[in-house]
């Protein structure tokens, strides 16, 4: 007896732990919890580990989510506006309520035109990770390599591909660059699976209750409304659940336009809010992304032509007649690099569970997806060898995969191959019509 109970203080503990180290995250840096809209970081990347002796980079493989955009859906802006100026024609608003209301109205003046459009800040994240990368690898991007650029159709992505394809060839001109935005391609840049969205909607009324659970709007109301006992006569609960959500979502979205970034509304929300907000995200991303039994571990191989796509082109990287070196860039979304990194178990994103409630405390996505996210695999060969290493990234910095290696950070490509190839014949079947 004393030894389970010791054993389930230390689960506890442990539990304790993971969800604190998630709510220290937030209290050093609020915009985090963004998630999605969280912006990519301007600066703290580390050093690359130099890999094994004699071994010199060659080709790149990548997939990068356009850089921070507006909003797409005016929605998210007029929802909290259109609250907040009813609550203004009451004469109800709070003086922290009227500053606000005022930062809002000139946010969503300036979303005008522009909703779903690449923001400055997404132009120059995009400038920095290309400096970056040829910095990192100047190998890759040596006289005559040829860089293949290729971006969904959506013009935030195209414009993040050529403001990346515009840095390397101001650092090389001589590279050969191609770059292309075709349907032809987004069979694996982004593809649309049927299997997917009735697997997703069958999940929404969990998702929907876990909402409710945990997104309370009272403390906000508070410090936006005078009179809670209007609010309460005059503003529905949901509709209220509803607003705080798209607020949420403005106040994070702020982050990512040099006008706004510095402007922080975190205060409206308190350390419970912030966290309960997050949760609910978190978990309707896992069910739209990750590897669950919730949606028959299914969703996740969405990205299997992409994963297939990864794999040619390094195979004709490395098998080439005439081998250079190069780069495989491809530009796309969020939607994409979620399920991707579930797909293929990077930073142990192909966790499995049925327990939302837990989810939180070991699947984390504001750890992957910020604005211009980006996968990258570094190959690398050694005269005289045949042994091909890879070095995954995420976000620039070194990532883990589900595959044994001796020489890590790096791993073997032919055991990280098999382990994909394997990983690809495991595709779950659907039947459509159960």
């Known amino acids: 007896m004393r030894r389970f109970l010791m054993i389930l203080c230390l689960t506890l503990v442990g539990v304790m732990t993971l969800t604190a180290g998630v709510r220290e995250d937030f209290k ?13 970081p301007e600066s703290g990347f580390p050093a690359i580990t130099a890999p094994p002796a004699g071994y010199e980079p060659f080709f790149i493989n990548h997939y990068g989510r356009h850089g921070s955009r507006w909003l797409i859906n005016d929605s998210k802006y007029t ?30 003046e300036a979303s005008q035109g522009r909703l779903g459009e690449l923001s400055d800040l997404g132009h120059l994240q995009h400038q ?28 935030r992505c195209i414009l993040s591909m050529q403001n990346e394809v515009d840095v390397l060839a101001s650092l090389n001109p001589r590279l050969r660059i191609k770059t292309d935005a075709s349907q032809a391609e987004m069979y694996y ?25 945990w997104i309370n709007p009272k403390g906000l109301m508070n410090k936006l409304f005078t009179d809670q006992r209007w609010v309460k006569e005059n503003i529905d609960f949901g509709d209220a659940r509803t607003m705080m959500i798209s607020l949420f979502d403005v106040v994070g979205n702020m982050q990512s336009h040099l006008a706004f970034k510095d402007v922080d509304l975190y ?11 997050w949760r609910y995200n978190n978990a309707y991303w896992y069910i739209h992304s990750g590897e669950t039994p919730l949606t028959q571990c299914r969703v996740d191989y969405m990205e299997a032509n ?31 690099v979620l399920p991707f990194c579930c797909l293929m178990g990077l930073n142990g994103m192909d966790y499995r569970t049925t327990d939302l409630e837990s989810l939180d405390q070991y699947w984390q996505t504001y750890k992957i997806f910020p604005m211009a996210a980006n996968i990258q695999f570094v190959y690398f060969r050694k005269a005289g060898s045949d042994d091909i290493l890879m070095l995954p990234l995420l976000n620039e910095r070194e990532a883990t995969l589900p595959v044994q290696t001796d020489v890590a950070p790096y791993y073997h490509w032919s055991d990280v191959r098999d382990y994909f190839i394997d990983k690809l014949s495991r595709q779950p079947f659907i039947d459509p019509n159960k």
């Not at 609020?30 to 912006?39: E, T």
């Not at 840049?189 to 209750?209: E, F, G, H, T, W």
């Not at 205060?267 to 907000?277: E, K, M, N, R, T």
Request: proline share 5%.
């Open 28 to 40: 050093a840096n609020p915009k985090l919890s963004a998630n999605n809209y969280q912006a990519y």
């Open 79 to 108: 929802r909290p506006l259109n609250m907040l100026e009813k609550g203004q024609r009451a004469g109800k608003l709070t003086s922290r309520g009227e500053e606000v209301l005022n930062i809002l109205r000139e946010v969503h």
């Open 128 to 155: 920095g990770i290309a400096r970056r990368m040829y910095q990192n690898f100047p190998q890759v991007f040596q006289d005559g390599a040829s860089v293949v650029a290729r971006s969904t159709v959506v013009i």
């Open 189 to 213: 840049m982004n593809y649309s699976d049927s299997v997917v969205k009735p697997l997703r909607a069958k999940m929404n009324p969990i998702l929907k209750q876990y909402r409710d659970k």
């Open 267 to 277: 205060d409206l929300f308190s350390a419970d809010d912030i966290y309960s907000v």
């Open 306 to 336: 992409l994963l297939r796509n990864f794999i040619q082109d390094a195979d004709r990287a490395i098998t080439s007649d005439n081998p250079t070196p190069g780069a495989s860039l491809r530009f796309g979304h969020e939607s994409v």
